[in-house]
């Protein structure tokens, strides 16, 4: 996604007009990781070819192979709800129900984005990777949060070395959590960047904010369309 792309899908305030995203996290069964994300990829293979109001789709496994995160972009919530109740989708849950551990999911949207995020590999090996990261704030703290995140995010834009791109969403059914995903180079980069003095003053600011996080490296395992 090109940086004007992004910008004529954000309004003056940096909030996202419509770019809804609907993220699932899935935990596999024992032994049953790569089953589940062979159904999951062919599910939206799919649905990439069928559905309609669909903008984009990722699919990304964790490096430890704990989950697999799929995050799809709608033109509206409507949009979302007539997928999951087709019968292609009604069938798809059926066929995941007997690998599943656990499972997460709910409505976000835009608030930042910049570079990209798309860097498709089908190995979990080194080279550029997504750092996934949902944060659930205190109550009350997810505007302050996300003020923030999103304003370091402008400040810190092409100064960080081995960056590709960041998103940042704000949940719309849990009014705690946020998600942001961001691209590196490699892991490296990434430690880089968390071990730095500009980092620990960015997470000072944060800390009284946060209730919990869940983060990890992931892989793009699968993309189609813009997120």
């Not at 007009?17 to 790569?34: C, Q, S």
């Not at 995160?69 to 007997?98: K, M």
């Amino acid at each position: 996604m090109n940086q004007s792309s992004v910008a004529d899908r954000l309004s003056m305030s940096g909030r996202a007009e419509r770019a809804i995203a609907f993220l699932t996290v899935l935990t596999p069964k024992p032994g049953m990781f790569e089953e589940l994300l062979e159904l999951q990829l062919a599910h939206y293979l799919r649905l990439a070819r069928m559905d309609r109001g669909i903008t984009g789709i990722r699919v990304y496994r964790a490096l430890d192979d704990t989950n697999i995160v799929s995050l799809s972009s709608f033109d509206t919530i409507d949009d979302h709800a007539r997928s999951s109740e087709s019968g292609l989708f009604i069938e798809h849950v059926n066929d995941l129900g007997a690998l599943i551990e656990r499972a997460n999911s709910g409505y976000y949207q835009l608030q930042y984005a910049a570079g990209n995020v798309e860097m498709t590999s089908v190995k979990p090996d080194p080279g550029s990777v997504i750092w996934l990261n949902i944060v659930t704030t205190k109550s009350g703290k997810l505007d302050e949060f996300l003020r923030i995140q999103v304003a370091e995010q402008d400040l810190l834009r092409g100064s960080v070395a081995g960056v590709q791109g960041n998103r940042i969403y704000r949940s719309l059914s849990d009014e705690s959590k946020a998600l942001m995903l961001a691209c590196f180079d490699t892991p490296n980069d990434h430690k880089r960047w968390v071990q730095s003095d500009g980092f620990a003053e960015h997470v000072h600011k944060l800390l009284p904010l946060i209730e919990r996080g869940d983060r990890g490296y992931y892989k793009t395992v699968y993309e189609s369309g813009e997120i």
